[in-house]
Structure formats: structure tokens, C-alpha cells
């Protein structure tokens, strides 16, 4: 068996399996919904950290605890979502090197 009827084999095998690409496509797109999600929350804790929980009956104290694992849960949450979903839905975003280095023309 050549090398060139060996890449024909398996090319055929896999020339049927696009529902994978849409289906990763798809998955990428709900893990950037669930980063934009989760970088809602971070905003949400942020605005109301220092309201005084009334009806809590654990205490204040629990409440500002489980608002402070917010705090570093959720934006751990959202960069990891996002990079997952970055990786696959292939998103292409502008390198920050060119932005911050921009090339000068002579």
C-alpha cells in the first residue's frame, strides 16, 4: 500500500464527519455565552459587595465569604471559558503585539 492510497483511505473515513467541526462550533459558542455569563456575575458581585445581607440566616459574615469565592471563582470562570471556546470555535483575535507595536513605514 502507497503513502498516496493511504491518505485517499483516510480521507474518505473522514470526508463524512462535518457535524464534528458544527458540533465543536457549537460548543465554543456556549462556553463564550457561559465567559460573558460569568463576567456578568463578576460585575454583579462587584456592585453589590457591601450590601448588608438582611435575611440570611447564616450571617453577614457567610455572605461576604461566599461573595469574596465569587470574586475569584468567576473571573477564573470566564478566562477559562473563554480561551475553551476561543480554541473551538477557531475566533481569530487581532494579536496585541501588533496593537500595542503597531509597524512603522520608512
Known sequence: MSLRSLRRRIRNRYAGHDWLEGVLVAVGM??????ALSVFA???LIAHFRDVESGFPAGPGVAQLAKGLGLILFPLLAVVTFLAGKFFTGLRLPRLRGLLHPRRRA
Open 30 to 35: 456556549v462556553l463564550l455565552a457561559l465567559s
Open 42 to 44: 463578576t460585575g454583579a
